[in-house]
T-cell receptor, first 112, second 115 residues
Framework: GQQLNQSPQSMFIQEGEDVSMNCTSS?????WLWYKQDPGEGPVLLIA?????ELTSNGRLTAQFGITRKDSFLNISASIPSDVGIYFC????????????FGKGTRLHILP | GAVVSQHPSWVICKSGTSVKIECRSL??????MFWYRQFPKQSLMLMAT?????????EQGVEKDKFLINHASLTLSTLTVTSAHPEDSSFYIC???????????FGEGSWLTVV
């Protein structure tokens, strides 16, 4: 089935560094969602975006809904050890469309 | 706190037996819930959409007779893995759509190990 192209697949950074990851698709989406998944747990919603161009922050996290509606990015500023995990982007083609499509995830590692 | 809860968190069963996993929306009603399967280091794979009061909609390649889904109330959906085999061992995750916020929340996941 259709997937979102999420990059990078993995990142190794130093604590305190900023992080940026993105998702792109050949299709237009009406909703972009960013989730974080810790090992052995379900994904937790970080940020939801509903409008093209929308820029939303949640603490040190900032995400934007691309103006073309085909992409979104997530930035994490001043990374800390608890930011380690897998970040998934997800898109929905219509507000009433319950089915969401996931990217393959970006695995974030923080070097000691 | 969690708005969607799964139970059990982990279960070990013998090959050939059936296992039921519950998914509950804790403080909202969910007419639609979703069941996913996740293999190690991979993304979530949608198995089926659970619709309250009607039959579930299964994704291509998912055996509906093997993965029975029941959505008997607006706050509960169950996934039953029938005649489980070792290859069914996986991490199963449910999610529920919160209508008012147009957002989907996930449960904590359930680890199934078939021995």
């Amino acid at each position: 089935g259709q997937q979102l192209n999420q990059s990078p697949q993995s990142m190794f950074i130093q604590e305190g560094e900023d992080v940026s990851m993105n998702c792109t698709s050949s299709s237009i989406f009406n909703t972009w969602l960013w989730y974080k998944q810790d090992p052995g747990e379900g994904p937790v919603l970080l940020i939801a975006l509903y409008k093209a161009g929308e820029l939303t922050s949640n603490g040190r996290l900032t995400a934007q809904f691309g103006i073309t509606r085909k992409d979104s990015f997530l930035n994490i500023s001043a990374s800390i050890p608890s930011d380690v995990g897998i970040y998934f982007c997800a898109g929905r083609k219509a507000h009433r469309d319950d089915k969401i499509i996931f990217g393959k995830g970006t695995r974030l590692h923080i070097l000691p | 706190g969690a708005v969607v809860s799964q139970h059990p968190s982990w279960v070990i069963c013998k090959s050939g037996t059936s296992v039921k996993i519950e998914c509950r929306s804790l403080d909202f009603q969910a007419t639609t819930m979703f069941w996913y399967r996740q293999f190690p280091k991979q993304s979530l794979m949608l198995m089926a959409t659970s619709n309250e009061g009607s039959k579930a909609t299964y994704e291509q390649g998912v055996e509906k007779d093997k993965f029975l889904i029941n959505h008997a109330s607006l706050t509960l959906s169950t996934l039953t893995v029938t005649s489980a085999h070792p290859e069914d061992s996986s991490f199963y995750i449910c999610s529920a759509r919160r209508e008012a916020l147009s957002t989907i929340y996930f449960g904590e996941g359930s680890w199934l190990t078939v021995v």
